[in-house]
């Protein structure tokens, strides 16, 4: 089985990661970490280094967490939304993981383009995770 989790330095991309985690171990499944950039002059130079290393470090995580793991990044300037999902289809995913935000009540209306075009695309199973609640 391969679980495919989309990697972002957010609240929400930490709770799919760990449930993409959970249900690796679980299922005794490999993960494949995507991580997305669209390039150009939007992904500045200091962001770019500040990914990376959060990305080893994710590296080191998980191989002291014992799942079976593969970390992808893509720089095609494609939307994240659309690496992820390609990426499921190049590796042939049983399952996608994905983080949302909470909305407002007009939010409510759009869960948000790229998590919507992750539901309606994908061709297997997605799930979709919440951050805690910010309780301060």
Known sequence: MRIVVGFLRSPEGRAALDAAVAE???RDAELLVVHSFRGGSRDDEA????????FERLEQQLAQEGVR???REFVRGNA?????L???RDEQADLI?????RRSPVGKLVLG???QDILLQADCPVLAVKAPADRS
């Open 69 to 71: 793991y593969a970390l």
């Open 47 to 54: 962001d770019i280094v500040a990914y990376r290393d959060e």
């Open 24 to 26: 690796a171990r679980l």
């Open 86 to 88: 390609q990426a499921a």
């Open 80 to 84: 994240p939304d659309e690496d992820l």
């Open 113 to 115: 383009s790229n998590a």
């Open 97 to 101: 993981v994905i983080g949302i935000r």
